[in-house]
């Protein structure tokens, strides 16, 4: 039963433009929560991660939203450049260390 | 500073045949993670080791063994290769505290036939 679940399995979106990623959670222990970005063929690297304390986050072009009453987070990434084409993972821990993956959303920035 | 390592990147098996997986890090972290990722899946947690000296059971570990050698390597063991463990699998570590990142190599990918 997966625990972290990313609806849209892909976005496309105009360079210049917002993307949005969505993703849900069912376990309430989950305290701690994280944004993947993943090219072809090499490893995901981390983006950006968000505590259950707060309910935003920000990095330069990414921004991430936690509503913790609804389980659900999204990453922000504005504005949208050829370079954010890729796979984007959303994942979540509680306190043993273990991170639960969603499916990931393939985004393609057109130029 | 390499991170975190993985041998080999591409490895084509027959059924039944076994190999091993290997990983190392050199951040000095104290969890490593194997993980499998497959098709509208994500990534799927075989086994980790929270520390040296302990290893325990993810989400998908049957058909799988793990070694934590030291610190810095784990490996991954498939004793009887079989067609539904054809995957990409990635190695990864982090500090072992909470509200840590996970560093990932860069994977293996693997072809069993």
């Known amino acids: 039963d997966q625990q972290v679940k990313q609806n849209s399995p892909s976005l496309s979106v105009q360079e210049g433009r917002i993307s949005i990623l969505n993703c849900d959670y069912t376990?309430?222990?989950?305290?701690?929560f994280l944004w993947y970005k993943k090219y072809p063929a090499e490893g995901p690297t981390f983006l950006i991660s968000?505590?259950?304390?707060?309910d935003k986050n920000e990095d330069g072009r990414f921004t991430v939203f936690l509503n913790k009453s609804a389980k659900h987070l999204s990453l922000h990434i504005v504005p949208s450049q050829p370079g954010d084409s890729a796979v984007y993972f959303c994942?979540?821990?509680?306190?043993?260390?273990?991170?639960?993956f969603g499916a990931g959303t393939t985004v393609t920035v057109r130029a | 500073n390499a991170g975190v390592t993985q041998t080999p990147k591409f490895q084509v098996l027959k059924t039944g045949q076994s190999m091993t997986l290997q990983c190392a890090q050199d951040?000095?972290?104290?969890?490593m993670y194997w993980y499998r990722q497959d098709p509208g899946m994500g990534l799927r947690l075989i086994y980790y080791?929270?520390?040296?000296?302990?290893?325990d059971k993810g989400e998908v570990p049957n058909g799988y063994n793990v070694s934590r050698l030291n610190k810095r390597e784990f490996s991954l063991r498939l004793e009887s290769a079989a067609p539904s463990q054809t995957s990409v699998y990635f190695c990864?570590?982090?500090?072992?505290?909470?509200?840590?990142?996970?560093?990932f190599g860069p994977g293996t990918r693997l072809t069993v036939l």
């Open positions: 376990n309430s222990m989950f305290d701690y």
């Open positions: 080791s929270a520390s040296e000296g302990t290893t």
């Open positions: 951040m000095n972290h104290n969890s």
């Open positions: 994942a979540a821990s509680g306190s043993d260390y273990k991170l639960s």
């Open positions: 990864a570590s982090s500090l072992g505290s909470s509200y840590n990142e996970q560093f």
């Open positions: 968000i505590s259950s304390i707060k």
